[in-house]
């Protein structure tokens, strides 16, 4: 019962936030065009990176990302990190790692989050919900007296509530591993504009930001691209279905025990894979034969590696500072991750129509040989739910059997899926609408034919 | 066809063995691990107590990498991630600083509660409280030496393995147990 309603509650935040929440507002905010999310935003809602420059990630030890274990002893969820974007205008987006996001919305004051709040398209209490939305039980909640998961994270946001007393053990390291995993999810957009205190943005300021747009709409130059900006990536989903019994069915009518015909409908749904990369910054002190080097100042815990003049690693010494034949520079690698969302069957609907060659066979040809014959119920349509269960490289796997459909009316049926997927962490849900195979239902018919 | 073999060729063939199974106990030494923990334990309670055990149990002279190496044998892979990034660089500055040497004893395992991990198709968890006897207290910590610890204990396809311990907001739906 608990994995069912954690699964439900999942689902649920899932669709509440992403179905209904963050895209509908990423569509409200495109559409408004002009807005500062507008330039950013596509008109699907959906996020144009083209339009972002990549800052680069920013990170900082905090005192507010401590746990205790036993003994007294504070260990870090690791350091705060953030990704950072400029946009045309100036004004600079923060996507936080999700541990990064979480401990902020936990410690709102320590973060300084709550002093220099930046704009967001949703609350943080509903960025919670879905962070968190596996990892809870909705009995949990209501045994708090809270229906909407959203009322009590902002309890929890507020110090009302303490989400660890209700969060499955798993999360937490869950979490952090997530960050070093995925990244920088697109759960959170912290959009800070131009004009605001350097301080008041995750790692400061960067360069370009404050600067107005020059006359005639050219946007700021923007800093250098570190690393590519991230991409999202998937293919079609895919469904199929058949009538699967019996093999040759017939109308109802004619049939006393109403068997009626089986259909079978599977929808293969194929993982998104998003795309990002992590700019690793190497400090390097280097001998240079050159002698037009600045030295290598200290301390010597600066570098991560220190080259002699054979390209040897040796330590840092004194003797490296203001010296000519040092140089100090700094050498960064674009490490890309690839991370695999799957996205679960949001719901599905079957429509089963007769085709019209066979509307025009009982209306015009049947008639002739049946006077009365007309069009029973040529029309079928099912709708269901997902999610579908998760197979082999994260592809959801969903399918249904129909069984006994009452067809009444001869000839040859077509069939169409359309449904909806949940849409992902970093991805919106995703509409399809395919033709499956077709089949018939037989009508016996009786020919009289001359004896030799 | 018959194929003989001399003593002196059985000889080299039983030390070629010898050499290798001791070349890899020897690999798994210097990676603190062993053959017992790299496979899991058969117990929440020894998962429990191995993973106090290890993770309280510094000596300086070993370094960060064969604590991490030593607390990941007998880890859940996420928790070995954590361990190995986040918490080992930053407690072995002060490790090292104050030349630590800790030996530990984790015992009187009771076991609090069981949960499912949904988000890992359902795997079991576990929820133990052991009882935790430091030889000298950790740099880091408030000085004492005894101190109950909630330990999360994961099972995965080879047996049950260590993950963290608990903070104290989360013992609050924890109560009772059974030994």
Request: glycine share 8%; proline share 8%.
């Amino acid at each position: 019962m608990k994995t069912i309603t954690r699964i439900l509650l999942g689902l649920i935040c899932v669709a509440i936030i992403f179905a209904i929440l963050v895209n509908p507002v990423l569509k409200a905010f495109a559409d408004e065009g002009d807005d500062a999310w507008g330039e950013f935003l596509n008109p699907d809602g959906s996020i144009n990176w083209a339009n972002l420059t990549y800052l680069g990630e920013a990170s900082e030890p905090v005192d507010w990302m401590m746990i205790e274990i036993p003994g007294g002893i504070q260990v870090p969820l690791g350091e705060a990190r953030y990704s950072r974007y400029i946009t045309p205008s100036g004004n600079v987006l923060v996507l936080p790692s999700p541990v990064t996001m979480l401990m902020t919305f936990l410690h709102p004051e320590d973060s300084g989050f709550a002093a220099n709040t930046p704009e967001m398209l949703i609350s943080g209490a509903q960025v919670l919900s879905a962070l968190a939305a596996n990892y809870i039980d909705v009995e949990d909640l209501q045994a708090l007296g809270y229906v909407d998961p959203a009322d009590f994270f902002q309890a929890v946001i507020e110090g009302r509530e303490n989400i660890w007393s209700v969060v499955s053990p798993s999360f937490l390291i869950e979490i952090v591993r997530m960050s070093f995993d995925a990244g920088f999810l697109v759960t959170g957009l912290w959009l800070y504009l131009s004009g605001v205190n350097c301080d008041a943005i995750p790692g400061g300021c960067p360069p370009g930001f404050g600067l107005t747009p020059t006359p005639g709409g050219t946007p700021t130059p923007p800093p250098p691209v570190i690393c590519p900006a991230p991409s999202i990536a998937f293919e079609n989903v895919y469904a199929s279905g058949e009538k699967v019994a019996p093999p040759k069915p017939v109308v109802i009518g004619q049939d006393p025990e109403k068997r009626g015909a089986d259909v079978e409908l599977r929808v293969t749904i194929p993982p998104v894979i998003f795309t990002w990369y992590e700019a690793r910054t190497t400090n390097i002190c280097e001998y240079t034969s050159d002698g037009n080097g600045d030295g290598c100042p200290g301390p010597g815990s600066e570098y991560d590696q220190v080259i002699d003049m054979n390209g040897n690693e040796t330590d840092w010494s004194y003797f490296m500072e203001n010296n000519l034949n040092w140089e100090a520079s700094i050498e960064t690698e674009c490490i890309q991750h690839v991370e695999i969302f799957p996205d679960y069957l949001n719901y599905a609907s079957l429509k089963i129509n007769l085709s019209s060659e066979s509307r025009n066979w009982i209306l015009i040809d049947l008639a002739q040989a049946y006077p009365g014959a007309e069009l029973k119920r040529p029309d079928w349509e099912f709708s269901f739910q997902g999610p579908g269960s998760m197979g082999g490289s994260s592809i959801v796997f969903w399918s249904q059997l129909i069984p006994n459909i009452q067809f009444a009316d001869p000839g040859v049926y077509q069939m169409q899926v359309r449904g909806l997927t949940t849409g992902t962490l970093v991805s919106a849900p995703r509409p399809f609408a395919l033709s499956l195979n077709e089949f018939t239902v037989d009508l016996l018919r009786v020919t009289l034919i001359e004896a030799p | 066809m018959e194929i003989y073999f001399s003593r002196r060729r059985v000889l080299i063939v039983m030390l070629a063995i010898l050499a290798l199974v001791g070349a890899t106990l020897v690999i798994l030494k210097i990676s603190g691990q062993s053959l017992a923990q790299a496979v899991g334990f058969d117990s929440g309670r020894g998962a429990a107590l191995a993973g106090a055990e290890t993770f309280y149990s510094v000596d300086y002279h070993d370094g960060q990498d064969v604590w991490a190496a030593r607390l990941c044998a007998l880890s859940t892979e996420p928790a070995c991630d954590f361990y190995q990034n986040t918490v080992a660089p930053f407690l072995w500055p002060d490790f090292e600083a104050s030349q630590s040497l800790v030996t530990t004893e984790a015992s009187g395992a009771v076991m609090l509660a069981e949960e499912v991990a949904s988000t890992r198709g359902d795997t079991p968890m576990q929820v133990w409280q052991v009882a935790v006897n430091l030889s000298s207290p950790w740099p880091q910590g408030d000085g004492k030496t005894s101190f109950p610890a909630y330990v999360l204990v994961v099972r995965e396809e080879n047996g049950w393995k260590f993950e963290r311990f608990l903070l104290e907001d989360e013992l609050a739906k924890y109560i009772g147990g059974k030994q």
